[in-house]
């Protein structure tokens, strides 16, 4: 299958200090597409969605920091769409947005998703289904979403490229976070390639055979 046969293209759109990667995914044959963790810099991501000349259909959410939820609530009135995820556990961060975004001076207001997720859920970005994996351990509603057919995922802030999540954070846990790891994504297979939510995208047998986190 040549690149441009693709079922599903992205886009990254790396925003705020905090250089988050916003997705652009879209379905190359209806031009249907999700924006998954706008962060902030909205403007900048309007932008990068007219140049893939997709048409949003969703916000998603992996997680609710405000570096991956600080500008869903702005894109939602902009874009006019549905915000869907994470999972119901993060909505104290979600309440929380406007205040934590004032202590790293990024604009933010909380924001209600339409739509929470749960473990074996699916989400639809035109033909291309993405199955829900609830990933606790950097926050306890954080999702992840995977494609096992096209082997291909987003992982947000539970796995990257020879690293894995913060744990520090109020209600990290660092055991549930390997255990996420282990359990929902590394039996996805070795050939599975991820998009992370900071950083570079990797591949989950590079991670199982170099990562220092998982040995």
């Known amino acids: 299958m040549s690149h441009d046969d693709l079922p599903l293209r992205a886009a990254i ?3 705020t200090p905090f250089q988050q990667n916003c997705a652009i995914l879209w379905c190359t044959r209806t031009m249907n597409a999700a ?10 991501i309007r932008q990068a969605i007219e140049q893939t000349g997709a048409s949003p259909a ?5 997680h609710g ?3 991956h939820a600080g500008g869903a609530a702005e894109l939602k009135d902009a874009l006019e769409v549905e915000i869907v995820g994470p999972h119901r556990e993060d909505q104290w961060l979600l309440d929380d947005l406007a205040v934590s975004g004032a202590q790293y001076g990024v604009r933010a207001r909380p924001c209600s998703p339409d739509r929470w997720l749960d473990e074996g859920d699916t ?11 609830h990933c606790p351990g950097h926050t306890p509603g954080h999702v992840a979403f995977a494609n096992r057919e096209l082997k291909f995922g987003i992982f947000g802030d539970v796995l990257f490229r020879g690293s894995i999540g913060r744990t520090d954070f109020p209600r990290g846990d660092h055991a549930a976070l390997v255990a996420s790891i282990k359990n929902k994504l590394l039996p996805l297979g070795d050939e599975v ?8 995208a990797s591949t989950i047998g590079d991670e199982r ?3 220092p ?3």
């Open 13 to 15: 759109v790396p925003v």
């Open 35 to 44: 924006v998954i963790d706008p962060g902030g810099d909205v403007d900048r």
């Open 58 to 62: 969703m916000i998603l959410l992996t």
């Open 65 to 67: 920091h405000i570096d």
């Open 123 to 133: 989400v639809n970005i035109g033909d291309v289904a993405l199955e829900v994996l």
């Open 193 to 200: 390639f991820f998009l992370c939510g900071h950083g570079p």
């Open 209 to 211: 055979r170099t990562n």
């Open 213 to 215: 986190f998982l040995r």
